[in-house]
């Protein structure tokens, strides 16, 4: 018997699957791992998801395993070095987003403790369990995420980007109600 997934999971990739199966929306507090989805979600605007997935092991290559501490520290050597690199998405606005968003995430995790106390804080370390299969791009929490994340400094983390990126560390489950990865 075949596995019920959410509609967007293309039963026809394997990678898909696997992201769908083992990361997506499954709560995520490594802030490593937090870095690499907020920096892999700025990526994705315009493009498919598909698009990333095919291209994350370049971009973990590329971005020194997302690293945020030596992100930040990029010059502007390594940022010629990853526009030439065709592994990545090449676009220059983004790639000195993801420098820039290092520098504040650093910042961050000195306030907070860790960027997972910042962004689990505002739901009071509880995953928002949608209830329904409406499909959302925004919410009033990815608003205000956002919000706070421009406010500090971060580029690329509009609303919309910073939604996908809550489902993806699994603040937010909208894993479809007939999908075998919904839980509650």
């Known amino acids: 018997m075949e596995l019920k997934r959410c509609c967007w999971a293309d039963p026809n990739s394997e990678l898909y699957i696997a992201y769908h199966d083992q ?3 499954r709560p ?3 802030d490593q ?3 690499e989805m907020l920096i892999l979600e700025g990526f994705q605007a315009g493009l498919s998801w598909i698009t990333i997935l095919k291209k994350r092991e370049a971009f973990r290559r590329a971005f020194d395993r997302f690293d945020p501490a030596v992100v930040a520290g ?3 050597e390594k940022l010629e070095t990853l526009m030439s690199d065709p592994g990545i998405v090449r676009n220059r606005r983004k790639i000195e987003a993801a420098v820039t968003n290092a ?11 860790s960027f997972d106390r910042y962004l689990w804080g505002f739901t009071g370390g509880e ?5 329904d299969d409406q499909v959302r791009a925004s919410s009033e929490l990815s608003d205000r995420i956002s ?10 983390v509009g609303t919309v980007i910073i939604y996908s990126f809550l489902q993806a560390v699994g603040v937010v489950n909208d894993h479809e109600r007939s999908c075998w990865c919904r839980s509650g």
């Open 147 to 156: 919000a706070d994340l421009k406010r500090r400094g971060m580029k690329f």
């Open 127 to 131: 995953i928002i369990l949608n209830t």
């Open 28 to 30: 995520e507090h490594d």
């Open 33 to 35: 791992k937090l870095f």
């Open 103 to 113: 520098a504040v995430f650093l910042e961050i995790q000195k306030e907070f403790g």
């Open 74 to 76: 990029y010059g502007a």
């Open 23 to 25: 990361e997506w929306g």
